[in-house]
């Protein structure tokens, strides 16, 4: 049986909106409020699941919380669209090393912000 997204187990997403593609690597639930709504979705998939998502710009913050910077980096969005549509493949799932848990506490509290008045919890909003 495949291993499924969980708390704390490393995740590896291929994410496309429109003609941009990339990858995304994180450790799922690892913010101090735990899984953002993002993740919530990504629950015991499996790699190959696919979903595909439509979110209002103004709603990307509160679904994305700590992984919207990184989900911007991924797809190189400087100016988001009005809707962020999105396909989301799960590529690969595993259980992180400890290092790449302590190393994603530590990411997910010093962001410089998530870019907007959020409450996500990233200190920099």
Same mark, same amino acid.
């Given at each position: 049986?495949?291993?499924?997204?969980? /708390?704390? $187990?490393?995740?590896?997403?291929?994410?496309?909106?429109?003609?941009? $593609?990339?990858?995304?690597? %994180?450790?799922? &639930?690892?913010? +101090?409020?735990?899984?953002?709504?993002?993740?919530?979705?990504? =629950? /015991?998939?499996?790699? &190959?699941? @696919?979903? /595909?998502? +439509?979110?209002?710009?103004?709603? #990307?913050?509160?679904? %994305?919380?700590?992984?919207?910077?990184?989900?911007?980096?991924? =797809? *190189? !969005?400087?100016?988001?669209?009005?809707? %962020?549509?999105?396909?989301? +493949?799960?590529? #690969? !799932?595993?259980?992180?090393?400890?290092?790449?848990? !302590? @190393?994603?506490?530590? @990411?997910?509290?010093?962001?410089? *912000?998530? &870019? *907007?008045?959020? &409450?996500? *919890?990233?200190?920099?909003?």
């Amino acid at each position: 049986m495949p291993i499924a997204v969980d /708390h704390l $187990k490393k995740v590896a997403l291929e994410i496309q909106a429109d003609t941009r $593609k990339g990858e995304l690597v %994180f450790i799922c &639930g690892a913010a +101090s409020e735990g899984f953002c709504p993002f993740e919530y979705e990504l =629950l /015991h998939k499996t790699p &190959g699941d @696919q979903l /595909h998502l +439509s979110v209002p710009r103004d709603k #990307a913050v509160r679904t %994305f919380a700590h992984l919207y910077t990184p989900l911007q980096k991924a =797809l *190189g !969005i400087t100016k988001p669209a009005e809707t %962020f549509d999105l396909t989301v +493949s799960v590529i #690969a !799932i595993s259980d992180p090393e400890p290092r790449e848990i !302590i @190393q994603a506490l530590a @990411q997910v509290t010093d962001q410089n *912000g998530c &870019g *907007g008045d959020c &409450g996500c *919890g990233c200190g920099g909003c």
